[in-house]
């Protein structure tokens, strides 16, 4: 007994999916979503770069030692101002003398970086000038700047999808009609397309560099914080009651 083969159905197309560009049974709304916001910085960051210089290898590094130790210590008895402290690159090299034949070292020349973030607004003036007073120590910064986690940013993406759906609905109240469904909610640039750049905000660094230490103590600088801009964008979707044209 030959057994016959199985018949499949035919596939079917899924008509609970949506159509990618609606129907004129549920026309769709495409619009995106934006915010702009202008808030306070909650850290600042400055750079200190020491520096030293000797005739020989040793005594460079014994300087530069001395003047990083210096450097950690003043911005520790700071205290909770400094949030976080960190060293970042260590050079000392050879300087090769300018004049005669041959490979003659002059000198060593080191440095070592410092980067540090406060979060105490009211230290930070007086914090880098006192940086600042000290022997071959430069100082850049302050740069302004938010929280990763910071409530700004949630607030931004709150503000941008209510903006996508008034704009939405403002499109439905011009044809007569009413919103039905959200059928996509994203961040700009999530589905792979390029996201819309946003102007990148002005910055704020300053240097300062002293050969010695002054004589008196110099007065604190009066350092403004400078205002972040802070920018969301999402793209959204809905359907909409067929409108009667």
């Known amino acids: 007994m030959t057994s016959l ?57 014994d300087d530069l030692t001395r003047r990083n130790a210096t450097v950690l210590d003043l911005l520790k008895t700071y ?23 041959g490979e003659r070292v002059a000198a060593y020349r080191g440095s070592v970086h410092v980067t540090a973030e406060l979060t105490d607004f009211t230290a930070l003036g007086e914090l880098t000038t006192r940086l600042a007073d000290l022997d071959l120590t430069r100082v850049d910064g302050p740069s302004w700047a938010l929280r990763p986690d910071s409530p700004a940013h949630r607030r931004a993406r709150r503000q941008a999808v209510h903006e996508a759906v008034r704009r939405a609905r ?27 750049p946003f102007p990148a905000a002005p910055g704020m660094m300053r240097s300062m560099t002293y050969g010695a230490a002054a004589e008196e103590a110099a007065a604190p600088l009066d350092l403004e914080p400078q205002r972040q801009h802070v920018h969301a964008q999402v793209d959204a979707r809905f359907t909409m009651v067929p409108p009667r044209l």
């Open 5 to 61: 083969p199985e018949e499949h159905p035919a596939p079917t197309a899924d008509t609970r999916r949506p159509a990618p560009y609606g129907t004129p049974d549920a026309p769709r709304i495409a619009v995106r979503g934006e915010a702009h916001l202008e808030v306070d910085p909650e850290i600042a960051r400055i750079g200190v770069t020491v520096s030293a210089r000797g005739k020989d290898r040793r005594t460079a590094l």
């Open 170 to 196: 403002e499109y439905a109240e011009a044809l007569d009609t009413t919103l039905a469904a959200l059928v996509e909610l994203a961040d700009v640039g999530a589905d792979g397309g390029p996201p819309r």
């Open 79 to 101: 205290g909770e101002a400094v949030e976080r402290l960190e060293t970042g690159s260590f050079t000392i090299a050879p300087e090769l003398a300018r004049h005669g034949r």
